[in-house]
């Protein structure tokens, strides 16, 4: 049954209208409507994860058959959710977004599940923080399109299969070793989420740009990709934000100047690192003699959240080797201490 608990329902919808009481604030953003690509022609990047999707959506679509379930991984704002709006729109099923944490019990998943049609997509975010028992609801789901109800206890016991339709399991994490073995392997497409190469990032700042109408010229364009830290999600972010640092400081033109000036004052420096990324650079640096540490140590001297750390900061510090993960904890890449000075000099050297 379900109580009066806040719906684990984050968002519900055709694959046309997306605006629903469910939906979530920063899917209401702007972006979500007008920078999303809706298909797999129109998608940047991520090329052999584009190209399995459209064989095995090509595939299922020829045999009359629902996609096999995917699982995506990667850091935060590499398009995995992108990709399940795009699933949800090439195979015309309806999309329903929830997350791990919001299903707290067995009966959230439940209520969703029994109300997805034949080739509707569910979309588990953060799937690796499904509770134990609403997850062990999921195997059946996954595998026979079935759950089981169990009703009484001991010698009374009796079970009862209750049919699903056949829907389409979409999971998101940013920590594929967290997944139980029962679970990962139910997942028929399994694909890992990269950061974006530069080049790929110029092309989405211009299709942005373009669809917001903003005139970023081509050195604009380059600069903003290169201090976007790979990720789509923080180049579309950026541009808005340096969007409004030209209309009013500038003429309204987005030229490479202006995005070091915009930047600058967003605490963003020449490596695209953030002030938490410094913070957490300078930690190793001067807390820990350059490490190696463990992350809960660098967790407590900065107050941050370790989750935070692992899931936000530290992928695209590891990528660039600005960060070593060592079994004796994590210690700074040699670039490191050059850049925590250049850097701070040109952010810091501002005030
Ligand atoms: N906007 C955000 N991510 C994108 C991508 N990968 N391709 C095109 N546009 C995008």
Excluded: W
Excluded at 108 to 128: K, Q
Aim: proline fraction near 5%.
């Amino acid at each position: 049954m379900m109580d009066e608990s806040p719906s684990p329902l984050l968002f519900s919808s055709g694959t046309r209208d997306l605006t629903t009481p469910h939906s979530r604030p920063e899917d209401q953003a702007e972006e979500f409507f007008s920078l999303r690509p809706s298909s797999l022609r129109e998608y940047i990047g991520q090329s052999e994860t584009v190209e399995t999707l459209e064989i095995a959506i090509a595939a299922a679509k020829k045999r009359g058959e629902p996609l096999e379930h995917v699982l995506l991984h990667g850091p935060p704002g590499l398009g995995k959710t992108t990709l399940a709006h795009i699933i949800a729109h090439e195979m015309g099923g309806r999309l329903t977004l929830t997350s791990g944490p919001a299903l707290e019990k067995a009966g959230d998943l439940v209520g969703i599940l029994t109300h997805l049609s034949e080739g509707d997509i569910l979309f588990i975010d953060e799937i690796h923080r499904l509770p134990r028992m609403v997850e062990e609801f999921l195997y059946s789901a996954m595998e026979d399109f079935a759950i089981d109800f169990v009703f009484d206890k001991g010698v009374h016991a009796r079970s009862h299969r209750f049919r699903l339709n056949r829907f389409v399991l979409v999971g998101a994490t940013t920590r594929v070793g967290l997944l139980s073995a029962p679970l990962r392997d139910r997942f028929g497409l399994f694909r890992s989420l990269d950061f974006y190469e530069e080049t790929d990032l110029v092309r989405i700042a211009a299709r942005s740009a373009d669809l917001l109408e903003i005139r970023l010229h081509p050195e604009g364009a380059q600069v903003l990709a290169r201090r976007s830290r790979g990720t789509p999600r923080i180049v579309n972010r950026l541009l808005k934000r340096v969007r409004d640092y030209a209309q009013v400081r500038g003429d309204g033109h987005i030229y490479g100047k202006t995005v070091h000036e915009a930047l600058a004052l967003e605490g963003i420096d020449a490596l695209g690192l953030t002030p938490l990324d410094r913070r957490y650079l300078r930690t190793i640096a001067e807390f820990y003699g350059g490490g190696p540490v463990g992350i809960e140590a660098i967790a407590a001297t900065l107050q941050e959240e370790s989750d935070t750390l692992v899931d936000v900061v530290e992928p695209y510090l590891l990528k660039t080797g600005l960060v070593v993960r060592t079994s004796a904890g994590r210690r700074l890449g040699a670039q490191a201490f050059s850049h925590l000075g250049s850097g701070l000099r040109e952010v810091e050297g501002r005030k």
